[in-house]
């Protein structure tokens, strides 16, 4: 919980509010934090789509409340991959 917040702080507030993530500054976090999971997306505007919808309330910007959807969403497929790689060992 301590990693997951430190690094949406770490990002937050280049741009204005410290508490919420802008369009870029969120592109920043998952260049530096989530390298391969942009890699591996064939869209380049992937994280346009992710800011839209993260972006629940519309403002432009993305709260933690709103980015922990992410991680909750990351995770999912993150234990569906190891599920099936389980599946695969059997």
Known sequence: METLITVFHRYAGKEGNTNTLSRKELRTLMESELTNFLK???????????????????????????????????????????????????
Request: charged share 30%; hydrophobic share 35%; proline share 2%.
């Open 40 to 90: 591996s997306q064939k869209d380049p505007a992937t994280v346009d789509k992710i800011m839209k919808d993260l972006d629940a309330n519309g403002d432009g910007e993305v709260s933690f409340e709103e980015f922990v959807s992410l991680v909750v969403g990351l995770s999912i497929a993150c234990e569906q991959c190891y599920q099936l790689h389980l599946k695969g060992k059997k």
